[in-house]
């Protein structure tokens, strides 16, 4: 990746860690203890839910490409492209989850530069994915899931990413 892409991905990271630690944690597979060695995980099955509540599958990105984007951020090929027991075991940590959102952002965005890359992940992290995040986490918490998330959409608004 380039320096500005990578600028980007690091100015973001961590209200980025929060929302995977959302997903993994609070909602997905992992809050049942499945984790590799040496932190949380998502399992592919928590990706895909995370991405069609957040409405993000579309023409450009779906579950074929999302599963394909996933597959190469973690080096696993064979996943089915929809929730399935089998996909339960392939997991990825936070840096793959990085990395999985850039391979996403690029097929949103229908983007063929790499001169560009840095600027449509920069947009879809700031002007959708956080943003849509913030309001999940907000509505998650009305529900009396937990405080945890309301602090987590805190922080990640005083850091001023949303």
Known sequence: LKPET???IKQYQAPLLKC????????????????????VTMTYNDFLSMMTEMDFLNANLDPKRLTKCFGHSVGHSELL????????????????FLECLTRCAVCLAGATDARA???ELENFIANEYLMKMAKK???VSQF???????RVF?????IGCV
């Open 81 to 96: 492209s929809q929730i399935h027991p089998n996909n339960q075991e392939c997991e990825m940590m936070f840096d793959e």
């Open 117 to 119: 890359l840095h600027v």
């Open 154 to 158: 805190l922080t990640i608004y005083r």
């Open 6 to 8: 990578l600028a980007v």
């Open 137 to 139: 986490m907000v509505c």
């Open 20 to 39: 995977f630690w959302f997903w993994a944690i609070e909602r997905g597979a992992s809050a049942m203890g499945l984790h590799r060695a040496g932190g």
């Open 144 to 150: 009396g899931i937990g405080i945890v998330i309301a």
